[in-house]
C-alpha cells in the first residue's frame, strides 16, 4: 500500500531527454506524483526524487541520457534516481549500475512509479521493472499539463514498422492506441484548463487506429478534435509519408478550423536505393508529390523533414543524390541526424558499403547548411506580413516569444497589455541570426 503520509514530505525533479512523447509521458508521471502527495522541488533546492524519462534513438541519445543521471546525482546528493524511458527499456543493466539509481522501469511501466518509489521506501532495495517490449500491449494516455503554453497529447504508441536502423519498436512495442473518444476527452480537459494549442504525438501516429480493433482512423481522430471547442490550435508532431494521405491534406487545406500549417515528415534519405536498404515504405517520388500537394494547397505551411547522413549504403554517389533531391523539395527546414549503430537492429546485418564516422558528419554539416539557407528562404516569404503568433515566454524585461501560425518563432522586444497563452497579430521583420523572426504587435 502507498504510503501517503510519507510521500507528503517528498520533492520531485523531473528530466526529460528526447522527443515530444516522452514530454507528454513526463508530465503524466509528475501529476501522479502529485496525486500521491509527492510535489516539485522548488529551483535551486535538493530533491528527495529524480525522475529521468530518456531516450535511446541513437548512440549519442544513450551518452546524454547516462550524463543527465549522473548529473542530477551530483545536482541532488542523496536522491533517489527513477530511471525510465526508451533507455531503460533497452539496457537496463547499464542504467542500474550508475550511482544513484534506484529503480529502472520500462516504457509500459511509467504509470506505477509510485507503486515502485513505495516498495523501494520499505526495503531500500534497488529493482528493475522491465518488460518484453513483445509483450507490452496496453496503452497509457498522457499529456503534458502545465509545463507550458503548447500542450502535447499522446494518441498512439509504439511502432509495426521495422526500420532496419531503428531501435524503438524494440523499445516501444507494437502500435497501439487510445479510442477518439479517450482523446477527445482529454482535448476537452485541456480546453477547460485554458489551453490553447495541442500538439498531436506518437511513435507512428499515422497508425493510429489500426490495431485497436474499432475501425478508427487517423483521419477520422483529426476530423473529431477539430470539433472541440476552446482549442484554437492543433499540430500534427510528425507523420509518416505513406500515411500522409491526399484526402487528408485536402481536408487540412479547406474544411479544417483548427490544424494549423504546419507539417513534419520523415525523409530519412533522398535516394531510393537507400531507403529500400533502410527498410522504409515509401519512394522519393511519393514523398515529392506529398512535397507538392501541400505547396498547392496550403503555399504557406511550414515543413519540416527529418534526414540521416551516412547511413549503411549511402555510397558518396547516392549521398550526392540524396542532397540534390532534397535541394531540389520545396520545404522549410531540415532535422540531420548522422547514422548511428544501434545494437539489435537488422542495418548491422546488410552487406553495404560503410560510411567513415568522420564522413558521416561531413554529410551531416552539409545538409544543415542546406537547412539553414531553406529556413532563410522560407521566412523571407513573410517579411511584412501579419500573422497569428501564440505568445509563450515573456521575459522580465517584457520582450517575448512564441510561433506563428505557420511554426515561424519571433521574437517581440515588447507585449505590453498582452499575456502568455494569448494569441495575437504580429507582424514579421526580418529573420535573425539564429533562425527566428523579428516582430512586433500589429497595430
Known amino acids: 500500500m502507498i504510503d501517503r503520509e510519507t510521500f507528503g ?4 525533479d523531473y528530466v526529460t531527454i528526447g522527443c515530444k512523447l516522452n514530454f507528454a509521458e513526463t508530465s503524466t508521471v509528475a501529476r501522479l506524483m502529485a496525486d500521491h502527495g509527492i510535489s516539485r522541488v522548488h529551483a535551486g533546492d535538493c530533491a528527495d526524487i529524480v525522475v529521468v524519462n530518456t531516450c535511446s534513438v541513437t ?3 544513450d551518452k546524454k541520457c547516462r550524463q543527465a543521471i549522473r548529473h542530477a546525482a551530483r545536482r541532488h546528493p542523496g536522491a533517489a534516481i527513477i530511471v525510465t524511458g526508451c533507455y531503460a527499456q533497452l539496457r537496463p543493466d547499464e542504467v542500474a549500475a550508475i550511482p ?7 516504457n509500459d511501466r511509467k504509470g ?33 499539463r502545465g509545463d507550458r503554453t503548447r500542450y502535447f497529447l499522446k494518441v498512439q504508441d509504439g511502432c509495426d514498422y521495422r526500420c532496419s536502423y531503428c531501435t524503438i519498436p524494440m523499445a516501444r512495442g507494437r502500435s497501439r492506441s487510445a479510442s477518439i473518444a479517450e482523446i477527445v476527452g482529454q482535448a476537452r ?3 477547460a484548463e485554458g489551453g490553447r494549442e495541442i500538439v498531436i504525438t506518437g511513435v507512428n501516429i499515422g497508425d493510429f487506429g489500426r490495431r485497436a480493433g474499432h475501425g478508427e482512423t487517423f483521419f477520422d481522430l483529426c476530423r473529431a478534435l477539430d470539433d472541440v471547442d476552446g482549442i484554437e490550435r492543433y499540430r500534427i508532431s510528425s507523420i509518416e509519408p505513406n500515411l500522409l494521405t491526399d484526402p487528408l491534406i485536402e481536408w487540412l487545406a479547406g474544411e479544417s478550423r483548427r490544424f494549423m500549417p504546419h507539417f513534419h515528415i520523415p525523409l530519412q534519405s533522398g535516394s531510393d536505393a537507400v531507403l529500400r536498404l533502410m527498410g522504409r515504405r515509401y519512394t522519393t517520388e511519393l514523398f515529392r508529390h506529398k512535397i507538392e500537394e501541400i505547396r498547392r494547397l496550403i503555399p504557406d505551411a511550414f515543413i519540416g523533414v527529418d534526414l540521416i547522413t551516412g547511413a549503411r549504403g549511402e555510397t558518396p554517389e547516392l549521398f ?20 548511428s549503430e544501434r545494437r539489435g537492429t537488422r542495418a548491422l546485418g546488410l552487406d553495404a558499403f560503410v560510411v567513415p564516422e568522420a564522413e558521416k558528419h561531413r554529410r551531416a554539416r552539409a545538409m544543415i547548411a542546406l537547412s539553414e539557407a531553406k529556413l532563410r528562404r522560407f521566412s523571407e516569404r513573410f517579411i511584412g506580413a501579419v500573422r497569428p503568433v501564440l505568445l509563450e515566454h515573456i521575459a522580465d524585461d517584457g520582450s517575448v516569444a512564441g510561433f506563428t501560425d505557420n511554426y515561424l518563432r519571433v521574437e517581440l522586444p515588447d507585449a505590453a497589455g498582452h499575456a ?12 535573425l541570426g539564429n533562425g527566428d523572426m523579428a516582430g512586433e504587435v500589429a497595430v
Open 9 to 12: 514530505t517528498l520533492t520531485a
Open 59 to 61: 548512440a549519442e541519445a
Open 100 to 106: 544513484g539509481v534506484v529503480i529502472v522501469a520500462g
Open 112 to 144: 506505477l512509479l509510485t507503486e515502485y518509489l513505495d516498495n523501494w521506501l520499505a526495503q531500500r532495495r534497488a529493482r528493475s521493472y522491465v518488460t518484453a517490449a513483445v509483450d507490452i500491449t496496453s496503452f497509457t494516455p498522457s499529456c503534458s
Open 189 to 191: 480537459e485541456v480546453a
Open 320 to 339: 550526392e543524390a540524396s542532397r540534390e533531391f532534397v535541394d531540389s523539395l520545396d520545404i522549410s527546414r531540415l532535422h540531420v541526424f548522422p547514422y
Open 420 to 431: 502568455s497563452g494569448d494569441i495575437v497579430g504580429v507582424r514579421l521583420g526580418k529573420p
